[in-house]
């Protein structure tokens, strides 16, 4: 059932108690409640997704919307100081989570991330081949047709997708054709977006993990407008309860788990909540007023992210049969591409990327414009850069004890030589990609800043913001580790009680949109807690 007033609950006692009713915490709360003798509930800060018609229209997502979390960075020192508009519809505040905002773009990643995710855990549950059965539930060779979340190819055709792979066809040695960038072994190449979306609908973690009959079981229960502000601590290693209120105003309500609390809450989220209750850097924990009870000094470090550049191009005509657009994201086609093995920036860096067979930039291909402004007249194309096998890593820290307060959201971006590296890389494999034959008499005009490298790194310094990506604030490590937020099973180190699932548990970013890599996730985390609990 989903309710908007605590009072509704009918008891201040669950088994399961789930924070966040995002991409992760509605897979949780939809897998556990299979088991009709457990209650749990969700709390979830946003508001209902139903009816919500910028969280249905796909096409919608290229809109700005007012249920998100307004955060800002802080001023980004690889992007000349700039407050990047990190956060503006940043962290989706609605049931759903950000799978209910995002772009829709379903990439998994190459087989190389997960197996390095196994690696780094030293648990090798995590790797591709041990996750196939959860892999295939969304997607029979290498996609499955029984999972909950829909998954789907484009359903209108523009003709920019036919020059697209025009250009794709003269330029293949550079720019090779990929028929599906997710069977896990073939990343590298061009090929149409595969997303998050049913029957000209999306489809997030809400519509598809708590769709009307599994709000229907007895056992699930959903709280809306409730913003989680601590885990609070039960007995000496144990945080089995949790404190929330709807606004900072509001009166505070708690509510206990007899098993576990499992903090959903996203890359910001999380880390967020396990330092307001004590869980983190005991010493910067302090200097904010916070009494530390537990001293994991990894809490909200590591925070790995993609830099995201949006490239345009002037454009000589509209296309005026544009009827059914609205049914796809605004992102046709994507690429995922590596420089060349004998690129100078490797005497300076090891290779980032999981595997040589793992992009190090992606390509998005977009009919129209990809960033704001808008300019009065004029008709664009934009091909989008990110760099997603990033060397930087940021955090999230806080500076005050106010739960309600933001918290201090450093992406990091560019801050290494080799991400700007590949970036400036990345911007002139596309202009070598707009001057294929294909788009004579197409393009009028470059809007790219600069021909020189220096030139071009003022240009990406000037441009780029996140491609919205964050993990890694509350990563999982082997068992024993003194680094570290979880265990490989996802229970927080060193207490009882206590679970993360959501993104911020990945090590590394992948070469790949996250929210794939996320269900993934869910789906053996809620395996795992089941036999836990068995
Ligand atoms: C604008 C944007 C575009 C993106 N585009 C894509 C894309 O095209 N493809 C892709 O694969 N990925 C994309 N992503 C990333 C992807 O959506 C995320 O990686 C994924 O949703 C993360 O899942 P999560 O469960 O960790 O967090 P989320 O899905 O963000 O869920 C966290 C939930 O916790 C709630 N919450 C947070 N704090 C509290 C609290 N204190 N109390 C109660 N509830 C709380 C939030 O409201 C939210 O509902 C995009 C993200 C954004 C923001």
Known sequence: ???????????????????????????????????????????????????????????????????????????????????VTYPRKYRGRILGGSSSINCLVYSRGSSEDFDRWA???????WSWDSLQPYIRKFDPAVHGFNGLLGVGLAGYFHPFDQRVFNAVDELSAEFPYNVDYNSGTHQLGIGWTQATIRGGERSSSATAYLAPHFLQRPNLHVLINAQVTRVLQTESLAFRAVEFATDAKSPRHRI???KEVILSAGSVGTPHILMHSGIGNASALSRVGIAPLHDLPSVGQNLSDHTFLGNQWQLREWNATRTGPLVDTTITQVGWLRIPDNSSIFQQFPDPAAGPHTAH???????????????????FMGIGTAVVAPVSRGSITLNSSDPFASPLIDPALLSSDFDLFVMREAVKSVQRFVAARAWDGYIIASLINGTTDAELDAYIRSESSSEYHPVGTAA???????????????????????????????????????????????????????????
């Open 1 to 83: 059932k989903l309710v908007d007033n605590v009072a509704d609950l009918p008891s201040d006692s669950f088994d399961f108690v789930v924070v966040g009713g995002g991409a992760a915490g509605n897979v949780i709360a939809n897998r556990l409640s299979e088991k009709p003798r457990l209650l749990r509930v969700v709390l979830e800060a946003g508001i209902s997704n139903v009816d919500v018609l910028g969280a249905i229209v796909p096409f919608f997502c290229s809109r700005s919307v007012p249920y998100d979390w307004n955060y800002t960075t802080v001023p980004q020192a690889g992007l000349n100081g700039q407050i």
């Open 119 to 125: 690696e780094l855990s030293g648990d090798p549950g």
């Open 256 to 258: 206990t788990a007899r």
């Open 361 to 379: 930039y992606e390509l998005l291909f977009t009919n129209g414009l990809i960033r704001p402004p808008t300019p009065p007249t004029g008709n």
């Open 476 to 534: 999982m490590s082997p068992w024993g580790a003194r680094y570290g937020v979880v265990d490989p099973d996802l229970r927080v180190k060193g207490l009882t009680g206590l679970r993360v699932v959501d993104a911020s548990v990945l090590p590394i970013v992948p070469a790949a949109h996250t929210q794939a890599a996320v269900y993934i996730f869910a789906e053996r985390a809620a395996d795992l807690i089941k036999a836990a609990w068995a």
